[in-house]
């Protein structure tokens, strides 16, 4: 069973940096652009940060403005979204996905950014 577990989130002051993980298991052979998305309370959910298949190539929101990092092992099996000068702005619930023919969603983890 495909399953998709972020961690790493909590609360962190402005200006302060945190590195969110997502363990990948189950999740069919192929190729899938590995992405983290966000959602804060009232606005659509929005790409944070894309690895594409099969380059690996990155791309950011126009928000990030060098502030975060997407990155994964070899194997795909760990995602990782390193974020720096966090803004309140930045606060929403962060989810990895997994897209090609099939869609997988994390839960979600909390990010809050306040002093």
């Known amino acids: 069973q495909a399953q998709l577990v972020e961690s790493g989130g909590g609360l962190v002051p402005p200006g302060g940096s945190l590195t969110l993980s997502c363990a990948a298991s189950?999740?069919?052979?192929?190729?899938?652009?590995i992405a983290w998305y966000r959602q804060a309370p009232g606005n659509q959910r929005e790409q944070v940060a894309v690895v594409i298949s099969p380059e690996g190539w990155t791309r950011y929101g126009d928000f990030v403005k060098g502030r975060f990092t997407i990155s994964t092992n070899n194997a795909k099996t760990m995602v990782y979204l390193s974020m720096n000068s966090l803004q309140p702005e930045d606060t929403a619930v962060y989810f990895c996905?997994?897209?090609?023919?099939?869609?997988?969603w994390g839960q979600g983890i909390q990010v809050t950014v306040s002093s």
């Open positions: 996905n997994f897209r090609g023919i099939r869609d997988f």
């Open positions: 189950g999740i069919p052979s192929g190729l899938y652009n």
